[in-house]
T-cell receptor, first 112, second 112 residues
Framework: DTAVSQTPKYLVTQMGNDKSIKCEQN?????MYWYKQDSKKFLKIMFS???????INETVPNRFSPKSPDKAHLNLHINSLELGDSAVYFC???????????FGEGSWLTVV | QKEVEQDPGPLSVPEGAIVSLNCTYS??????FMWYRQYSRKGPELLMY????GNKEDGRFTAQVDKSSKYISLFIRDSQPSDSATYLC????????????FGKGTTLSVSS
């Protein structure tokens, strides 16, 4: 069973479009995250939710909006996509905030 | 100064070599230290987890933490071609509202 699963794995879309990435974890964790990995492989935290409550919101454009319908799901919606949004987006979860985290396989977003 | 510094490499070694990967950090509040391994087009997977200073060994892998020097290391003995991956250090103060902070990753290539 996949612990942290996210869809889609690959996404190619045009500038200006709106897209969503979905994430689900079956580990029973209370905290979920979105990380962005740029072309130089640097992993940077974007958002963190604990029991559906937003606890970390790094300096991310307002075009990015996370939504957590329950503690097992954390989706990422991106409005008005720009070329610079092209990256790999990783969903992750942990038992508690700041603890070891478990990553999904990543969603490769390419904006053309 | 960035919170976590890691030499991106690339690092190329022959099979059987001992590999040393290192990170330095500036935040003295960090207490939890991890190493993740990331294969190409995959999500990072947890390799080693250490709390505070000291050593931890798991098979061919040894993690060392020196909090006084703000320096952590990962040693890989008898390196194998399957160890070829990007290795990311990560650390946390594990306080409410915090998340793991990652280094930029070191790309390792082990040739047979």
């Amino acid at each position: 069973d996949t612990a942290v699963s996210q869809t889609p794995k690959y996404l190619v879309t045009q500038m200006g479009n709106d897209k969503s990435i979905k994430c689900e974890q079956n580990l029973g964790h209370d905290t979920m995250y979105w990380y962005k990995q740029d072309s130089k492989k640097f992993l940077k935290i974007m958002f963190s939710y604990n029991n559906k409550e937003l606890i970390i919101n790094e300096t991310v454009p307002n075009r990015f909006s996370p939504k957590s319908p329950d503690k097992a799901h954390l989706n990422l919606h991106i409005n008005s996509l720009e070329l610079g949004d092209s990256a790999v987006y990783f969903c992750a979860s942990s038992r508690v905030s700041g603890n070891t985290i478990y990553f999904g396989e990543g969603s490769w977003l390419t904006v053309v | 100064q960035k919170e976590v510094e890691q030499d991106p490499g690339p690092l190329s070694v022959p099979e059987g070599a001992i590999v040393s990967l290192n990170c330095t950090y500036s935040n003295s509040a960090f207490q939890y230290f991890m190493w993740y391994r990331q294969y190409s087009r995959k999500g990072p997977e947890l390799l080693m987890y250490t709390y505070s200073s000291g050593n931890k060994e798991d098979g061919r892998f040894t993690a060392q933490v020196d909090k006084s020097s703000k320096y952590i290391s990962l040693f890989i003995r008898d390196s194998q071609p399957s160890d070829s991956a990007t290795y990311l250090c990560a650390m946390s103060a594990r306080q409410a509202g915090t998340a793991l902070i990652f280094g930029k990753g070191t790309t390792l290539s082990v040739s047979s």
